[in-house]
């Protein structure tokens, strides 16, 4: 049956203040087989639903679990919002825009709402744990049936069968530090790449985040339990697996009987999958034995994202990232020179409050040491809750929207000198599927996508591909 554990703290209603705390009381590990009751598996009967995802690659994974518990329910997934019953939006909530982007999708919703009034509406992930906006779901969105947090993913069942039996809005947030529950379903995307979460929640606090609040106390999976999910992937022909945490190389950092990153990262090599990622990395636990491992295994793959946020030590400090530019640049030549042939790509804010121009050209200037294969660039969005918000911010949107531009050009220089290296070379592609123009598309070893022309008898399969052509983005290629 499933597990109605709260942990340590439990309440409907999200509090940040709550979520941000942390105890040093041991971690519950929920192993019991997931199961429902008769009476809720034939629940959605006759009933379809639609869940559209935003955010990170955790937020995408849980929805892979809402759609298998939904599934257990007799629910029927559609791709078209117009025929669903039930609508389900999992949240993001790291920046601004990610609510935009929701609360512009719920207008949608909405409109269909008033035409078909039996089609429940859910709100769930990151949104979902912060106070002001379930305060604004109660009060402004009163027509959304359901609201639930990331901590009660494991109970939707019993959420939707309240639901069900009650006019009212049905909200179910726990704000606690976490648990670590396994055995929920899964119904993954792709019969080829799957992602496998080997630790939850963050610990870091770094001062603009919300992920801390959201996601709560930084809890590790136990590695049998990693381990065994990878060898059934490899029984079941999976070519690819993606380790996931917010933090993946501080793993086992929190367990009882503890264990490294390098340590997971070897056992999951020798179980044989042909590809392994894994992300996201901190800089500040990236130790010699993952540089290692990574080097020593064929099928690590080599491409570690590795987010630098700053390359000014001030305001690394105010970001409270643990570490110096000069310890993140001598990583980076660490990792380059033990690891032929890595792709390397990081994420970088800017507009962080107090960052000045000198700032911001020290910033390039580590992007030209690290010659990127790309970037992800965003400008700085206060978070409620967070303490970079309360920051005094005196820099005009402006500036920052130039500060931005610039970065980009720079990025983007060297994204397609990068790119430029592998004309006319052949090299490993997991073709995943049909691509957007028409021929099929799939990821080299270092994460490049390429557009390939090769027979749909190479789906699923890692085939070497001569590059033919050269974008900034990506690479055209075809079946040798
Ligand atoms: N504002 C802008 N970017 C942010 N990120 C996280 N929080 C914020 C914020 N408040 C970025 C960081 C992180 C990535 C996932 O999102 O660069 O690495
Ligand atoms: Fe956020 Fe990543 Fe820092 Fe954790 S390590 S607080 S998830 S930016």
């Known amino acids: 049956m499933i597990p109605l554990s709260s942990g340590s703290d439990s309440m409907n209603l999200p509090s940040l203040k709550e979520a941000g705390k942390r105890t040093k009381s041991s971690i519950p590990f929920i192993t019991e087989e997931y199961n429902l009751p008769e009476s809720l598996k034939k629940l959605g009967t006759g009933r379809k639903y639609f869940i559209r995802t935003y955010g990170c690659q955790m937020n995408?994974?849980?929805?892979?679990?809402?759609?298998?518990?939904?599934?257990?329910?007799?629910?029927?997934?559609?791709?078209?919002?117009e025929n669903a019953d039930f609508i389900l939006l999992n949240t993001c909530a790291i920046r601004e825009n990610a609510h935009n982007k929701m609360f512009g999708f719920l207008g949608r919703v909405k409109h269909l709402k008033e035409t078909h009034p039996h089609i429940i509406t859910a709100i769930c992930g990151c949104m979902a744990q912060e106070e002001s906006v379930v305060e604004a779901l109660m009060k402004k969105y009163k027509w959304v049936d359901v609201i639930f947090g990331t901590h009660n993913i494991h109970r939707l069942p019993y959420i939707i069968e309240r639901a069900m039996s009650r006019q009212e809005q049905e909200i179910e947030v726990f704000s606690k530090e976490g648990e670590v529950i396994e055995n929920i379903p899964v119904k993954r995307d792709s019969?080829?790449?799957?992602?496998?979460?080997?630790?939850?929640?963050?610990?870091?606090?770094?001062?603009?985040?919300?992920?801390?609040?959201?996601?709560?106390?930084?809890?590790?999976?136990?590695?049998?339990?990693?381990?065994?999910?990878?060898?059934?992937?490899?029984?079941?022909?999976?070519?690819?697996?993606?380790?996931?945490?917010?933090?993946?190389?501080?793993?086992?950092?929190?367990?009882?009987?503890?264990?490294?990153?390098?340590?997971?990262?070897?056992?999951?090599?020798?179980?044989?999958?042909?590809?392994?990622?894994?992300?996201?990395?901190?800089?500040?636990?990236?130790?010699?034995?993952?540089?290692?491992?990574?080097?020593?295994?064929?099928?690590?793959?080599?491409y570690v994202h590795l987010p630098l946020?700053?390359?000014?030590?001030?305001?690394?400090?105010?970001?409270?990232?643990?570490?110096?530019?000069?310890?993140?640049?001598?990583?980076?030549?660490?990792?380059?020179?033990?690891?032929?042939?890595?792709?390397?790509?990081?994420?970088?804010?800017?507009?962080?409050?107090?960052?000045?121009?000198?700032?911001?050209?020290?910033?390039?200037?580590?992007?030209?040491?690290?010659?990127?294969?790309?970037?992800?660039?965003?400008?700085?969005?206060?978070?409620?809750?967070?303490?970079?918000?309360?920051?005094?911010?005196?820099?005009?949107?402006?500036?920052?929207?130039?500060?931005?531009?610039?970065?980009?050009?720079?990025?983007?220089?060297?994204?397609?000198?990068?790119?430029?290296?592998?004309?006319?070379?052949?090299?490993?592609?997991?073709?995943?599927?049909?691509?957007?123009?028409?021929?099929?598309?799939?990821?080299t070893e270092t994460m490049k996508l390429v557009n390939v022309d090769g027979s749909s008898s190479d789906i699923g399969k890692i085939v070497d591909c001569e590059i033919t052509d050269v974008k900034t983005w990506s690479l055209d290629g075809k079946v040798v």
């Open 60 to 81: 995408v994974h849980d929805s892979e679990n809402i759609k298998a518990i939904l599934e257990m329910m007799s629910f029927e997934e559609t791709e078209t919002l």
């Open 191 to 302: 019969k080829y790449k799957a992602w496998v979460n080997i630790m939850f929640g963050c610990d870091k606090f770094c001062t603009y985040c919300i992920v801390p609040y959201t996601r709560g106390k930084q809890r590790s999976r136990k590695k049998e339990f990693i381990l065994e999910e990878v060898r059934d992937l490899v029984k079941h022909g999976y070519q690819e697996v993606t380790l996931l945490g917010q933090n993946v190389n501080a793993y086992g950092k929190d367990l009882e009987e503890t264990s490294s990153m390098g340590e997971l990262l070897e056992e999951v090599a020798q179980t044989g999958i042909p590809r392994i990622r894994f992300m996201t990395s901190h800089p500040w636990d990236f130790d010699d034995k993952m540089i290692d491992v990574i080097a020593r295994y064929d099928n690590i793959m080599p």
């Open 309 to 443: 946020q700053s390359g000014s030590n001030r305001i690394l400090k105010l970001m409270g990232r643990r570490y110096t530019k000069e310890q993140y640049l001598e990583l980076v030549s660490k990792l380059k020179k033990k690891i032929p042939n890595l792709a390397l790509t990081t994420d970088i804010i800017v507009g962080f409050p107090g960052e000045t121009e000198e700032d911001f050209e020290e910033t390039l200037e580590v992007v030209r040491a690290c010659e990127y294969d790309s970037a992800f660039t965003f400008i700085f969005s206060p978070r409620e809750g967070t303490p970079a918000a309360r920051m005094e911010d005196t820099t005009p949107m402006e500036e920052k929207n130039t500060r931005l531009y610039k970065l980009n050009e720079l990025v983007n220089e060297y994204a397609n000198k990068k790119n430029q290296q592998y004309l006319g070379k052949t090299v490993k592609v997991l073709i995943e599927g049909p691509s957007e123009k028409g021929n099929l598309m799939g990821y």
